[in-house]
């Protein structure tokens, strides 16, 4: 099959798992084009493989902005089938949020979705998949209604579940060929905010990580060394674990944070207020093999999330073989299991995070245990290249009219 792959923004170094779909069905025999809505700012450019991407990439927005290129493509899809033309602006008027600005930002969509639209002629796709189901995915379901040619996307969270009424999530899955969903949770809110006719083409495919990329990782060095990953937002909690840290100064905790987001600025002045400065670390956007690099010297991963979908960074601390500590929010608890692969604090308690700390600092046969059976977990469900061969699996059923399992199969399976 010819595939389009879409998202906001293609590459990310925050959403590395997306490049991992794309080359494990590259590797299966797919052809897939690669299309962003905005071009990456450079700080997601973190290596050569982001680079390459990049380079290779449809950027939307940019050809948008030409009046020449917008118009011509409205004129061609407008030619080619007034009909749908005319189907794909009524959709845009529909789903348009309540208000001018809503109704004028649906207009940008559809004028995006139309440029969109000719470039997949021009691969001559047969479907198109969207990751993420806000803006990019409003652009998608146009596209597919501009061009006749089905879609489907991959629903994460959180954040599209505060606001389901606002991106139509309920019109995206009834529009949808399929809708990939990345946990149990995931589903069950898409269940939540969807007509129950639709439930049947709702699967589950994990996002996924590479094990083999640390199956030489040596043992954890023991010396109190904490791990966190992520965009530096109000999402992540981080205020609570600086809370935490400063319970830990008896033992010798330190704490690298990578990654960089809006509170940044904001985060560094709380460790200073707390005086954390000598054990807390900024460390700014990292690539996939520093981060592998940072998990070799640490001794456990700590994501204080107040919501999350399946944090991708668990899976790749746990393939380390280090444990985890994080939240028990949303399907976090489905990847990992208290005290056997990690540990899980409710969300917003600083002193269940400092005593969940301090455990596994001071047993070490806990940690290894944990940090071995996490391995274990994420080699079974999150292996990326398998979840890909699932992608594939629903790609090739909806094809040929036949509906996978909730959980698809991988291609070439039997099981």
């Not at 845009?92 to 000719?118: D, M, R």
Request: with cysteine.
């Amino acid at each position: 099959m010819k595939i389009a792959y879409l998202t906001g923004e293609y590459p990310r170094a925050t959403d590395t798992f997306i490049q991992r779909e794309v080359a494990g069905l590259r590797k299966l025999g797919q052809e897939v084009f690669t299309a962003s809505i905005r071009r990456t700012g450079l700080e997601h450019l973190v290596g050569d493989e982001q680079r390459r991407e990049q380079a290779a990439t449809f950027h939307v927005l940019e050809t948008a902005r030409n009046p020449l290129n917008l118009i011509k493509a409205h004129l061609r899809q407008l030619r080619r089938s007034p009909a749908r033309y005319l189907r794909a602006l009524r959709l845009a008027f529909s789903t348009a949020q309540a208000g001018f600005k809503g109704l004028l930002f649906n207009l940008f969509y559809f004028g995006e979705a139309a440029v969109l639209a000719e470039k997949m002629r021009e691969w001559r796709v047969d479907h198109l998949h969207n990751h993420i189901a806000k803006s990019s995915c409003t652009v998608a379901m146009l596209a597919s209604e501009l061009s006749g040619t089905p879609y489907s996307f991959t629903l994460h969270g959180p954040d599209i579940f505060f606001e389901p009424k606002r991106w139509c999530l309920d019109e995206k899955i009834a529009k949808a060929r399929f809708v990939s969903c990345i946990s149990h949770f995931c589903r069950s809110q898409a269940m939540l905010f969807s007509d129950p006719s639709h439930w049947q083409k709702l699967h589950i495919v994990h996002c996924g990580v590479e094990p083999e990329r640390y199956a030489s990782m040596p043992k954890a060095p023991h010396e109190g060394n904490l791990l966190f990953v992520g965009r530096l937002a109000a999402v992540k909690g981080l205020p609570v674990l600086f809370d935490a840290m400063r319970g830990l100064g008896d033992i010798g905790v330190t704490l690298q944070v990578v990654g960089d987001g809006p509170d940044r600025k904001a985060l560094e002045t709380l460790s200073q207020e707390y005086d954390l400065t000598d054990r807390v670390t900024f460390l700014g956007y990292r690539s996939q093999s520093e981060v592998s690099e940072l998990l070799a010297n640490a001794d456990a991963l700590v994501l204080p999330s107040f919501a999350e979908g399946v944090p991708v960074v668990l899976m790749e601390a746990m393939a380390a073989a280090r444990p985890v500590i994080a939240t028990q929010v949303a399907g976090v608890s489905e990847l990992v299991k208290d005290s056997i692969s990690g540990l899980l604090c409710q969300p917003g308690d600083a002193q269940a995070l400092t005593s969940a700390i301090r455990h596994l600092v001071q047993d070490a046969k806990a940690a290894d245990r944990m940090g071995q059976a996490g391995r274990a977990a994420v080699m079974s469900e999150y292996d990326a290249d398998i979840e890909a061969a699932r992608l594939a699996t629903l790609l090739a059923g909806y094809c040929n009219n036949r509906i996978p399992a909730l959980r698809p199969a991988p291609t070439g399976s039997t099981s």
